[in-house]
């Protein structure tokens, strides 16, 4: 059985500079050991982080966040004060026996992601859909926030 390498070289020789300083290795073992649990949050493979899109206008706030796989039903949805939470769970539904996975990147497991918003919003006016593996939600701005904007001029000095 071969042996998965230490470090993020994978294979290649650590350049010799490297090789002495025990806090690189102490880094590598640390990456090896998020990278095998899929903790890392960039990590598309194995975290189960939605990626989100939000948008804001005059009159309010849209928020697009990917979540393929999942029902809607595994979905929750809430708003305390200025931020607003999105966390459900993706679950398997795997029940062959007879199958033998030599290879499994999909992820499974609980999730949620926590957006702030500019202020707090009324939760009985926020509204969110589910449509083809994403959920939008729309956050209505209050009326004493709507955005004024005014150009600046800018002067030389």
């Known amino acids: 059985m071969p042996m998965r390498s230490l470090t993020r070289y994978s294979g290649r020789e650590l350049p010799a500079g490297l090789r002495q300083d025990p806090f690189t290795a102490l880094r590598s073992e640390m990456d090896r050991l998020f990278d095998t649990f899929g903790m890392w949050p960039g990590d ?18 849209v928020i697009d966040a990917e979540l393929p796989g999942i029902e809607e039903k595994d979905i929750d949805v809430t708003l305390a004060g200025d931020v607003l939470t999105i966390k459900g769970e993706k679950k398997s539904g795997r029940e062959e026996k007879n199958r033998n996975y030599r290879l499994s990147e999909r992820s499974y497991g609980r999730f949620y992601r926590q957006i702030s918003i500019p202020f707090d919003a009324e939760p009985k006016a926020v509204k969110a859909r589910f449509d083809k593996g994403v959920l939008h939600i729309t956050i209505p701005k209050p009326e004493n926030v709507a955005t004024k904007s005014a150009k600046i001029p800018v002067k030389p000095s």
């Open 44 to 61: 598309g493979a194995r975290a189960l982080i939605p990626n989100i899109d939000v948008c804001e206008t005059d009159k309010e706030i």
